[in-house]
């Protein structure tokens, strides 16, 4: 059964009047405005009742003919029909061309009657004056019959012009509704919706009833003015726009959901070039945003288990020859970071030539689904293509097939790698076609124009007669002029939904293929294709059920139905393709199917797009694989939290480190916090505030180490705990994801060696006093007896012995920080102050620098005054030690967003960017030339971190090789 909206549609397609009503009480479902006319009333008669519509014919027969047609489905015609209509008030009596036919569901069932009719009054008072003319003048008869006969003809070509209408119409629904995108037609200058399918109308969230207003009357003030600028702009400039990943809101369900849509405004012509429609094809692309944002979710997970377990990454799309590595794999065969991959010139070049064939081979046999089901696994020696270093690694991945068993995609990884695999799909848009216009009405134009010269030539009786022909040349022009407009919105509908048309004459046997329809078929567009040719093409499996389809089609049980998908394998190029194809089946008076009609449509990328979304699980599933070996040797527990819903997961090994309750899911992570020790809780619920606070340049990481609190079940632990938040587009926090890793005996191990440094350095105090003290004993007696050389050498001695102390001094700190003795004595204080007494001393001890101090305002903070000086004046004496002399040092703070910045800039050697993430560790220190004459253990800037962390602020450094460094700390600014 026809909607309403399909029963509206194919009533306006028709260039005549027609309505079309259904059930026994004959309601109006649809009527065009051709009918309306003829009836003379307005649109509000849809859903009325036939005699409460037209009162009028109560008496006249029609609504007894209607019966009979309803219920024995029997069709009736009537050439000259008569009938009684009010016209201004009063009865006229017209004269129709009418016809009556059933409609009839899937099933078979009669649910309505359509109703077309051409009024031929004019023509009908004509053939009466035309008898009366006759009985006068009887010797012209034989050119009044002949007349006739080409009236007849023309009536003839009307009616053949109305089945193709009739024909074009019902394609022009297959493709809307069968359509995969949304699609619509909207006037260019009433912004009127002439045609929607169901999609674009739930995209719009309006119904059918929408059709046919303006977009004002059935969208919001804000929809509407946003569409109609579009459409002007299309109009105006007379090309299409397009869009990708448009955000839209929908209500499914009775709730809101965030879609997003690619869409195309397509401009429509008339004969004369104008725009005077705009097309809109949307296509609905949140599956793959959703699949795509998982893989992203996942794919971090992995990236935070290969930081904590180091292991690496590769990924080769085999169809497009395409190979991915992460930063740990280019290191181990010495790739630039920024240089493409390739197979053969970085992956087969860089294997030492003694394994080359083994592991190549390796790679065949992975390739091979019988021989090893996509398992590789190998070990095998790499040159690194920098500095000809040769190491072995471990490869272990798999092969992903198709359904044909072919090699897709071969991921996996190599042992100690940092980096992760990003992936991403990129969707292909095919290309359309076009369609041939039909020219069968040129062919009528030039038939009319031959009638109507010959009526010109008749005798001057029969001017009504000639009178009457041009009138059917006038309405035929308008018919043609309707039909080509209908066909090019229908080329462009067909053009945007990439299909072709193909229409089999069974009477004759003859088909027509449009260029698309063969192209999909693989033929060339000059090629003369007959039906039982085209059979040879399907797939073998395929054509089975082919056949079976074609045979239900043309049952006239089945009402011509025929929908279906299926392979071809192209006659000239030998592709494989998949076809949607769909059309309908036209019976006689007898059952007997006449023509078969519809559209075919190239599915090969959305059959592709569903292997690749397999492809894509597939893929989250080996990395969730990978994930959990990683996870099992390293003994990590990952959690998994979900800020929006305050829903926080916890694995089985992160249950067991915090002593959590056996269960998967918690709705409050109060449960945690309750684990940590005192100490640490404040520490802990900062650095993971921090993580959810978006900033660009911290990415939402988190990189932390603490303590867990002894139970009578568990003793004291120390974990070090790695995430990330991720963010929307907005910056709002949705997820924060990452890994624990006990490191307990770890932690236990650097105890040990704090306490040996500290004790030691108690140890060596004693001694450096005592010779502190004897080097003074013999200063005084050099100078005493004016021993120049004795004072000289007691002198360098005693410089040694203050930088031994001082070192002592410094392993002692670290022992303290590590045993969380280091004290921090917060005061109120102004940083101006402290800046100024920064100032005042170096200025009077550099002197192989120039020393720049920028003004600082008033800025008052709590914090213990010494520590923060101790960091200033450590970051001021590094600037000296690292830069050349006489290069410019410049201090400056500076208050924003309530913190504090401090920052000291050399002009110095700078440090080199793998280097830049370790400079606050303990004890590091950067390699290099230069590094050889400078001295320190690499403990300064470590306290300087430690400092400013417990004061709850942050430590960095920006360096460019060459250039220089910018050292910088943030503090809290009070009020």
């Known amino acids: 059964m026809l909607s309403p909206y399909a029963q509206q549609t194919l009533v306006n397609a028709l260039p005549i009047g027609a309505a079309i009503f259904t059930g026994p009480e004959h309601l109006i479902g649809a009527v065009n405005p051709q009918m309306l006319a003829i009836w003379s009333k307005e649109a509000d008669v849809t859903g ?78 004509y053939s009466k004056q035309l008898q009366q003319v006759n009985e006068e003048l009887s010797a012209v008869n034989e050119e009044m019959e002949a007349s006739g006969e080409e009236l007849r003809t023309a009536y003839d070509q009307l009616e053949h012009t109305h089945d193709t209408l009739v024909i074009t119409s019902q394609i022009a629904e297959l493709l809307l509704e069968s359509a995969p995108v949304a699609v619509g037609v909207i006037d260019a ?10 999609k674009l109308l739930e995209l719009w969230g309006v119904d059918r009833q929408a059709i046919g207003k303006p977009l004002a009357e059935v969208l919001s003030s804000f929809e509407s003015e946003l569409l109609t600028n579009l459409i002007l702009k299309v109009r105006d400039a007379g090309h299409s726009l ?66 904590a377990a180091h292991f690496g990454v590769f990924d080769l799309d085999v169809v497009n020859d395409k190979l991915y590595w ?113 020219e069968e009405l040129s062919a009528i134009n030039e038939e009319l124009s031959a009638v109507n010269e010959e009526y010109q030539a008749a005798n001057e009786e029969l001017t009504a007669m000639n009178d009457e022909l041009r009138s059917i040349q006038e309405e035929r022009t308008l018919l043609h002029r309707e039909l080509e407009i209908r066909e090019e919105r229908l080329r462009f509908a067909m053009k945007a939904a990439d299909v072709g048309t193909w229409d089999l004459d069974i009477v004759n046997n003859q088909v027509s293929w449009d260029e698309r329809c063969k192209e999909l078929y693989g033929f060339s567009k000059d090629d003369v294709v007959p039906y039982e040719q085209v059979l040879k093409y399907m797939h ?107 829903v926080y997961n916890w694995d089985a090994r992160f249950r067991e480190i915090f002593n959590l309750p056996d269960q998967d899911t918690f709705q409050d992570n109060s449960v945690v916090f309750e684990r940590l020790h005192p100490d640490d809780v404040e520490r802990v619920r900062q650095a993971a505030k921090r993580s959810q606070t978006y900033d660009r340049s911290s990415g939402g990481s988190y990189d932390i180490q603490y303590r867990i609190s002894a139970t009578e079940h568990s003793p004291e632990r120390w974990v070090r705990a790695i995430g990330k938040t991720l963010f929307s587009e907005e910056g709002t926090p949705l997820r924060f994801i990452g890994s624990v890793l006990d490191i ?65 001094t410094g392993f002692l700190d670290v022992a303290r920080v590590g045993e969380g003795k280091i004290n921090i004595d917060n005061k109120p204080f102004d940083m101006a102050d402290l800046v100024k007494a920064a100032e005042s001393e170096s200025l009077a001890t550099i002197t192989s620098h120039t020393v720049i101090y920028h003004p600082v305002e008033h800025t008052p903070v709590l914090a213990d005054q010494d520590k923060i000086e101790q960091v200033l004046i450590n970051f001021i004496n590094n600037a000296v030690k690292y830069s050349p002399q006489g290069t410019t040092i410049n201090v400056s703070a500076v208050t924003q967003n309530r913190q504090v910045r401090v920052c000291v800039k050399d002009e110095g050697m700078g440090i080199p960017a793998k280097d830049l993430p370790y400079v606050f560790d303990r004890f590091y220190r950067v390699d290099g030339e230069h590094m050889k004459t400078t001295k320190g253990f690499g403990i300064g800037l470590y306290l300087c971190r430690e400092i400013i962390e417990r004061h709850g602020g942050k430590i960095g450094v920006q360096s460019t090789l060459g250039e220089g460094s910018t050292f910088w700390f943030e503090i809290p600014v009070t009020h």
């Open 48 to 125: 009325m009742k036939l005699l409460d519509a037209i009162p009028e014919i109560r008496d006249q027969g029609f609504f007894e003919l209607m019966n009979d047609v309803y219920t024995s489905g029997k069709e009736h015609h009537n050439p000259d029909g008569q009938a009684e209509l009010l016209v201004d008030g009063q009865l006229q009596t017209k004269y129709f061309d009418l016809s009556f036919k059933p409609l009839r569901d899937s099933a078979g069932r009669i649910y309505g009657v359509v109703n077309t009719a051409v009024d031929v009054t004019e023509r009908t008072l």
């Open 744 to 808: 307990t005996e770890q932690k236990q191990e650097e105890q040990r060696r704090i306490d040996f440094i500290g004790i030691v350095s108690h140890e060596l105090r004693s001694p450096l006093t005592s010779l502190n003290g004897y080097l003074q004993m013999l200063e005084m007696s050099a100078k005493k007896n004016d021993d120049q050389f004795t004072n000289n050498v007691a002198a360098k001695a005693k410089r040694q012995v203050g930088k031994m102390s001082s070192m002592i």
């Open 540 to 646: 073998p499996d395929d054509m089975p059920h082919v056949n079976e389809a074609v045979m239900y089609a043309l049952d006239p049980a089945s009402n011509g139905a025929y929908d279906i998908e299926f392979r071809t394998i192209g006659a000239e190029d030998q592709r494989l393709r998949w076809l949607h194809c769909c059309g309908k089946a036209f019976f006689d008076d007898k059952g007997s199917a006449y023509r078969f009609s519809g559209i075919a449509q190239d599915i090969t990328v959305q059959k592709m797009q569903a292997d690749e979304l397999t492809l894509t699980l597939l893929k989250v599933k080996e990395k969730e694989e990978q994930l959990t070996s990683a996870k099992e040797a390293a003994q990590l527990g990952l959690f998994d939290w979900d800020l929006v819903n305050k």
């Open 326 to 438: 992460d930063e740990r794999t280019r290191k181990i065969f010495g790739v630039d970071p920024d240089k493409a991959i390739g197979y053969s010139s970085d992956f087969a070049e860089g294997l030492h030539p003694n394994d080359r064939e083994r592991t190549l081979q390796a790679v065949i046999d992975a390739y091979d689904q019988q021989l090893t089901g996509g398992v590789y696994d190998v070990e095998y020696r790499v040159v690194d293509a920098a500095n000809g270093n040769i190491c072995w690694v471990k490869a272990v991945g798999q092969v992903y097939f198709n359904s044909e068993a072919e090699p897709q995609r071969f991921v996996g990884t190599v042992v100690d790698i940092t980096g992760a695999v990003e992936a991403r799909q990129k969707l292909e848009a095919s290309e359309v076609q076009q369609q041939e216009l039909n």
């Open 242 to 307: 397009y869009g990708n990943d448009v955000k839209t809101m929908i209500e499914r369900g009775g709730a809101w959901a965030t879609t997003y849509y690619n869409f195309v405004y397509q401009p429509i012509r008339n004969g004369k070039g104008e725009v005077i429609s705009v097309q809109i094809v949307a296509n609905e692309v949140t599956d793959q945003r959703n699949a795509k944002a998982d893989v992203d979710a996942v794919l971090v997970q992995l990236h935070l288990a290969q930081k």
């Open 189 to 198: 200058v009433s912004f009127k919706i002439d045609t929607a399918n169901t």
